[in-house]
């Protein structure tokens, strides 16, 4: 059993930069391939990125470039570090968990936090 918790969203002008954490607790964290989903209002909840048990990253093509992935195993912390944001990047940002090969698909995680509010301001 994992439970997660962001941490770091806000509101921020375009052009900024944020830095999300999701803290795990629970034991074996760096069994779960880890993630960042996000949604804005009256959409559906997308892929941002993920990073596998072994520090391997992947991207949506929206924030390549931008967005950084990165895990603290004795922390039991993800973190997203965001820059140069965009009023598109608004929404509400999740860190999801699942055993096993990270996927972009959010139907394929089995713990998510609460989520954490990304507001950006033209």
């Known amino acids: 059993q994992v439970q997660l918790a962001e941490s770091g969203g806000g509101l921020v002008q375009a052009g900024g930069t944020l830095k999300l954490s999701c803290v795990a607790s629970?034991?074996?964290?760096?069994?779960?391939?880890m993630a960042w989903f996000r949604q804005a209002p009256g959409k559906e909840r997308e892929f941002v990125s993920a990073?596998?048990?072994?520090?391997?990253?992947d991207y949506a093509d929206s924030v390549k470039g931008r967005f950084t992935i990165s895990r603290h195993y004795v922390r039991n912390t993800m973190y997203l570090q965001m820059n140069s944001l965009k009023p598109e990047d608004t929404g509400v940002y999740y860190c999801?968990?699942?055993?096993?090969?990270?996927?972009?698909?959010?139907?394929?995680?089995?713990?998510w936090g609460q989520g954490t509010q990304v507001t950006l301001s033209s």
């Open positions: 999801a968990a699942r055993q096993g090969v990270m996927d972009s698909r959010a139907n394929n995680y089995d713990y």
């Open positions: 629970g034991r074996n964290f760096h069994n779960y391939a």
């Open positions: 990073i596998s048990v072994n520090g391997n990253t």
